[in-house]
């Protein structure tokens, strides 16, 4: 719906999925645009661009802003040649806006440390294993697909192994070496040895992954047995930083001492600046997340406080979301969004994709690289840059 209004502009009413809204108003702000003009920007662009992924707008609120005259009315004549609701054409615009606007490169400074991304979330089964391989392949992604083509390391730092496993990889045998082993100062050799590349032509040889191992489930009983205890994942991890750009930590559904240790690892370091890394939450649209939720904020801020650490909130992905579960997804997906800080940063959709790629042991992204879950993950990617 349009209303005219004196100048140049009229004024438009819609509907936006708030985490798209707030997306695409950091990123307005970091571009040091109006988010009138990014929605006529995108709104010109989408129309000559070829059709685009469906965006889940199940439970989307008003949204209005004010666009020249005469631009919506060519928008909304658009939508009709491709059948399309006027709340999907602008979704699928402002999508298409944030792609071609990413991060602000300048703003980053050269680190000689990785960034890290932590996925942390002592409730099972919200998709932290996912989220970590799918994310690191985004990250992996050659430029000649279209992605930035870093360097990535995947920590599978759950003793359940199912990162690795999903990845075609064997766990480490009990009486070998381990990242455990390492973090306790039982090892004996080179971290670096265990180190497996994940194949791909989408990743080139810049996808690593470091396997699990069963030791890990004794890892809190012996983290308790040695000094400054918090920093046993950073010293193990340390001698590997330097060939990496990215490094993702899946996390075991704990809040035991190997949470602290994968926590104080994605503190904000002296050289970084805010939001380089930190902890990103997966969770669920259902209320059994939010009590994790509450769990899991409330180590951090005891850790934050104990050892005066800064450690960055990178935000929440609601993962496996479907809004035709109805009222408890919907409003539950409402409550993750009125928290604001962290905020939403994406909503995964439950495809069948990603549990066929588990099932035939290939990413994500080099099972389906076209699927509405692979695009959520280059999206989560791109959000966390």
């Not at 920590?155 to 496993?165: A, E, I, K, N, R």
């Not at 104080?264 to 939001?275: D, L, N």
């Not at 035939?360 to 993950?377: F, I, N, R, T």
Request: with cysteine; hydrophobic share 40%; aromatic share 6%.
């Amino acid at each position: 719906m349009a209303s005219s209004a004196p100048g140049d502009r009229e004024k438009v009413t819609s509907k936006l999925p708030a985490h798209l809204r707030a997306r695409v108003k950091i990123r307005a702000a970091e571009h040091q645009v109006d988010i009138q003009d990014v929605v006529a920007q995108a709104l010109q662009t989408w129309q000559h661009t070829g059709p685009q992924p469906m965006v889940d707008t199940s439970g989307a609120p008003p949204f209005s802003t004010w666009l020249p005259h005469g631009l919506y009315d060519a928008f909304k004549s658009s939508c009709a040649d491709r059948g399309l609701s006027y709340i999907q054409g602008l979704a699928q615009a402002l999508e298409l806006w944030l792609t071609d606007h990413p991060f602000p490169q300048e703003d980053h400074v050269a680190s000689k440390h990785p960034r890290r991304r932590i996925m942390a979330n002592q409730k099972g089964g919200v998709g932290k294993t996912a989220l970590t391989a799918g994310v690191g392949q985004a990250y992996a992604e050659g430029i000649e697909y279209g992605g930035p083509g870093q360097r990535v390391l995947l920590v599978d730092f759950d003793p359940q192994g199912h990162l690795t496993t999903q990845l075609g990889v064997d766990n480490l045998p009990l009486d070998s070496e381990s990242l455990v082993k390492h973090m306790t100062g039982e090892a004996k050799g080179d971290l670096a040895s265990l180190v497996s590349v994940i194949e791909g032509d989408r990743f080139g040889d810049r996808l690593h992954l470091l396997p699990a191992c069963a030791d890990g489930f004794v890892l809190d009983v012996k983290l308790s047995t040695i000094r400054a205890r918090e920093a046993a994942l950073e010293r193990a991890l340390e001698p590997l930083e330097s060939d990496y750009d990215i490094i993702v930590v899946d996390c075991p559904p704990s809040l035991g001492l190997s949470m602290d240790s994968a926590i104080y690892y994605g503190q904000r370091r002296a050289e970084e600046k805010v939001g380089d890394s930190g902890i990103v939450i997966p969770v669920q649209a259902e209320d059994s997340s939010a009590d994790a939720f509450t769990l899991l904020t409330g180590q951090i801020e005891d850790l934050r406080q104990d050892m005066r650490l800064e450690i960055d909130y990178l935000g929440l992905v609601v993962n496996m979301y479907d809004g035709r579960r109805g009222f408890i997804a919907t409003s539950s997906l409402q409550a993750w969004e009125d928290i604001g800080d962290p905020a939403v940063i994406a909503v995964v959709p439950d495809r069948k994709e990603q549990r066929e790629a588990v099932r035939s042991k290939q990413g994500l992204l080099m099972y389906d690289p076209k699927c509405d879950q692979s695009e959520a993950m280059r999206q989560i990617a791109r959000e966390l840059s």
